[in-house]
Nanobody, 127 residues
Framework: QVHLVESGGGLVQAGGSLRLSCAASGRPNGIYAVAWFRQAPAKEREFVAGLNWSGSSIQYTDSVKGRFTIDRDNAKNTVWLEMSSLKPEDTANYYC????????????????????WGQGTLVAVSS
């Protein structure tokens, strides 16, 4: 497993932007896919965005396409989630995660395929 620490959450008005960061340490981060999930109160954890180890495969959930961008810098062991045009329905705890399988070519959207998780960072969007 890899140790993940998220930062960058906060309170923002609708239409605003935030940039979440995820710092990784432990196993070599550059050979695993990474993803962001989110969980709103009383709701299940859902996939938001993912990026495979090489950057050749990127997935977004439909509700964030065109608004969110995931990126990574393997040399810095850091993953980012750039969020813009935020909506109240984006309010949730956001979690960074790392894939359990090395060199996966296609990003998985299933939480069960990720075995490392950060503690989460809260994003609250006011209307």
């Amino acid at each position: 497993q890899v140790h993940l620490v998220e930062s960058g959450g906060g309170l923002v008005q609708a239409g605003g932007s935030l940039r979440l960061s995820c710092a990784a340490s432990g196993r070599p981060n550059g050979i695993y896919a990474v993803a962001w999930f989110r969980q709103a109160p009383a709701k299940e954890r859902e996939f938001v965005a993912g990026l495979n180890w090489s950057g050749s495969s990127i997935q977004y959930t439909d509700s964030v396409k065109g608004r969110f961008t995931i990126d990574r810098d393997n040399a810095k062991n850091t993953v980012w989630l750039e969020m813009s045009s935020l909506k109240p329905e984006d309010t949730a705890n956001y979690y960074c995660s790392a894939d359990r399988q090395r060199f996966r070519q296609v990003v998985s959207t299933a939480a069960s395929e990720y075995d490392s998780w950060g503690q989460g960072t809260l994003v609250a969007v006011s209307s």
